[in-house]
């Protein structure tokens, strides 16, 4: 999950490649996370923004479970621009993550995300 403060969403990435998008409009119509489990040894329950929308989310928490770190924060860089996949002019925005890889996330292409 990624948090952009400007202009102020979220993202959710998932291993197979396909990815969600909230906007912080949505997720601030949402509760506080209502999951107040213990999360199992060694992993974490997602707060704020994140808790938000995994604590409300039913399919983002199957499909992502617990956190596996806390939080963190970090500068990215990114970049919007548009490529040619597949033979077709495609919005993407370059994200660098906190590991230092950057994912190219294509608004249009429904490959999904995948790091480069």
């Given at each position: ?13 998932l ?5 969600f ?21 060694g ?24 956190g596996?770190?806390?939080e ?41 995300w995948?790091?480069?």
């Amino acid at each position: 999950m990624v948090w952009r403060s400007q202009p102020d969403d979220f993202w959710i990435l998932l291993n197979d490649g396909s990815f969600f998008y909230y906007h912080s409009t949505t997720v601030t119509e949402f509760s506080d996370n209502p999951i107040d489990d213990t999360p199992p040894s060694g992993l974490f329950s997602p707060v704020s923004g994140f808790g938000r929308v995994w604590g409300n989310t039913n399919m983002i928490q199957d499909r992502i479970g617990w956190g596996l770190a806390p939080e963190q924060g970090y500068d990215a860089q990114m970049q919007h621009n548009q490529a040619i996949i597949n033979g077709t002019i495609t919005q993407v925005i370059y994200m660098s993550l906190p590991d230092g890889s950057t994912i190219e996330l294509p608004l249009n292409d429904k490959e999904g995300w995948r790091r480069i």
